[in-house]
């Protein structure tokens, strides 16, 4: 594990932010639950969460900006040290009992995801990762997954759903990879898809349409790990365009050849 001062506070607020969210799971009745359009769902514990982490980043590192999914931007004096925070990542499983969501703690520096912490209350499940400094589950270095073709390769992807993304678009891709693949996986929570493919659960991961909060934590992990992030025009502009792909490099190459025939 490591133990900067830096992964030490970032630690230190997702745990305290994961006991409130694991008291919250389960007691959907008080949870408050609101839309913010179709589908897109918020409660009391991703607020409550979300709370939790800004009282005490701000605490322990005063001046830093924030971007957060529920608050958006916060600008501190500090505008080159940003914490980037999806409090509840995978809020409609955590509605639905699924025990896949995850807080996702990034700072970003000078727009360049630099250390990043993704932990899973449910599950106990903690990642991290620092610049130069590996990456870890719980106090286990991880790696990305070695495999080198499409065929032995299980992939994640994201889903677009009832108001959101490219429906056609996606079913054309999907066509593309799912004759590729040796499988094909969803869990409602890019977060720890990105952290999966980081301990080489997946092979690889495509979604469109995220946003920074999303994926600026699983991205200095996956580099960490070993792996490659890019958008799906092969391109490093993932926070900008809010897509990613995910995998070691012959899983890029033969997933962007994949998508980008579709
Ligand atoms: C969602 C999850 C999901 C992804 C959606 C995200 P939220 O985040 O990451 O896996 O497919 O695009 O919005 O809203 O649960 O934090
Ligand atoms: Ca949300
Ligand atoms: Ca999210
Ligand atoms: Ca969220």
Redesign the pocket.
């Known amino acids: 594990m490591i133990r900067t001062p830096l992964i030490t506070v970032m630690v230190q607020a997702v745990r305290k932010a994961g006991r409130a969210l694991a008291r919250d799971f389960g007691e959907v009745e008080n949870l408050q639950v609101s839309t913010k359009g179709p589908a ?1 769902f918020v409660t009391a514990a991703d607020r409550k969460a979300e709370d939790l982490l800004f009282a005490e980043l701000s605490r322990v590192r005063p001046g830093f900006s924030f971007l957060m ?1 529920e608050r958006g931007r916060v600008e501190g004096t500090d505008i080159s040290n940003e914490w980037v925070v ?1 409090p ?5 499983n955590f509605l639905h009992g699924i025990p896949l969501f995850a807080i996702s703690l990034a700072l970003v520096r000078n727009g360049v995801p630099y250390a990043g912490v993704i932990f899973n209350p449910a599950t106990e499940e903690l990642y991290v990762a620092e610049k130069g400094q590996g990456a870890f589950l719980n106090d286990r270095r991880i790696r990305v997954a070695a495999r080198r073709t499409l065929s032995d390769a299980v992939v994640c992807c ?2 677009p759903h009832l108001g ?1 993304g490219d429906h056609a678009r996606f079913n054309r891709e999907l066509a593309a990879v799912q004759t590729k693949v040796a499988g094909l996986r969803r ?5 720890l ?1 990105l952290a999966w493919v980081a301990a080489g659960r997946f092979d690889a991961f495509w ?1 469109r ?3 920074a909060w ?1 994926m600026a934590a699983g991205m200095i992990i996956v580099r960490e790990a070993g792996g490659l992030v890019c958008a799906l025009d092969g391109s490093d502009k993932v926070l900008e365009k809010g897509e990613i792909l995910a995998g070691n490099e012959d899983m890029r190459r033969d997933l962007l050849a994949a998508l980008g025939g579709a």
Not at 187 to 191: D, H, I, L, V
């Open positions: 897109n999914e999806d509840l990542d995978g809020t409609t994201g889903l959101r869990t409602g929570s890019a977060a898809d979604e349409d995220l946003c999303d």
